[in-house]
């Protein structure tokens, strides 16, 4: 099962940026390398590429990765792989990517591809193309869906656009063309920063995996746009991700006007990542704190990496993002997080679960010593079980 993912997956990364060299001109991985050539082991990619418990989405920005992740999800070799539509956001709106996370799964399972203002960049002119989503009811007959003013309306493709005058009101836009293709509004709402990336970015997978809607907050304030999109949910769940340094009380009691409120929280972007991933309550939440799961891992500096990651918090991969702050080393809690789920088995290896990490991003941003790490601290691990 773990090989024929990583297999399914290795096609994505010819698409990535890792390196284990300094001569950026011929980056691997490369499909073909012989035995026979000189840099054969370089060519191709690994450990920086993929390892046994790892692989690499390697993009040198974030528009790469969100186009390598969309290939790796839908492969487009048949019309079964195809999408349905695909979402389109600008490469500056995290706002816009975190709340698309919903767009990303149940029921329309849009892939997020990046705009450069009103222009396509090749890469993801290219994947578009090659996924040629197949159009649906449910995104309005439209087969690409664009988030905000600034993405253009790709030629042949019939294109519906979801904006408003701030991020806020684009949420609120995003949240009732979900709940119109649902059918009706969902009783769970995530509100986190519209202000703070680094405390946002999770949203988006969860999002994806659960087909609740993201809208946001300001510090000590809640939007109109935002309270009117809490009224149509009708006293919905409101889950608020983030600390009170980013949402605060002020808000939260505004907030707890339109429902009932429930804060998830980490003193740092990265264990507000961890605690988010932990949560669960009443059936919201990843609940992750066993093992057998996928993880994704993005920097918080590239926080338009919350698209690729949507993609990877659903399609049959599931997997919560995870942040890091540092590229040469992981965080200690992201270490020790990990540590807690590492799988391990007593008798029989073959009757255990697993865990995987998909890294967003180059070796810049998230070195090859600490894919290493990660590969080391979530491999199936010999335990002894305590003898009474």
Known sequence: MRRSILLALLPA????????????????PALGAKSSDDEAAVKLGFPSAATSNTVRIGGGDAIADAAGTASVVFPATSDETKPDAVVLVDKDDWQGAVAAGVLAGTPIGAPILLSDDDDLPAITEDTLKRLDPKGSDLSRDSKVIRIGSKPPAPQGLKSVQVSGKDPYEVAAAIDRFSSVARGEPTKDVVVTTGERAEY?????????????????????????ATVAALKAHQKPNIYILGPESVIDKTAEKELAKYGKVRRVDGPTPVQNAIEFARFSASGFGWGISVPGHNFTLADTARPLDAAPAAALGTNGVFAPLLLTDDSAKLPRSV????????????????LAVYNKVFILGDDGTISVAAQGRLNEITKLIPVQ????
């Open 13 to 28: 990364l010819l698409l990535g940026g890792c390196s284990l060299g300094d001569d950026d001109s011929d980056r691997p």
């Open 200 to 224: 946002a970015l999770p949203a988006s997978a969860y999002a994806a995996s659960s087909g609740d809607s993201v809208l946001y907050a300001q510090r000590s304030k809640v939007p109109a």
């Open 335 to 350: 270490e020790s997080y990990l540590l807690d789920v590492q799988p391990g088995f007593e008798d029989d290896p073959n």
């Open 385 to 388: 079980a305590e003898r009474p």
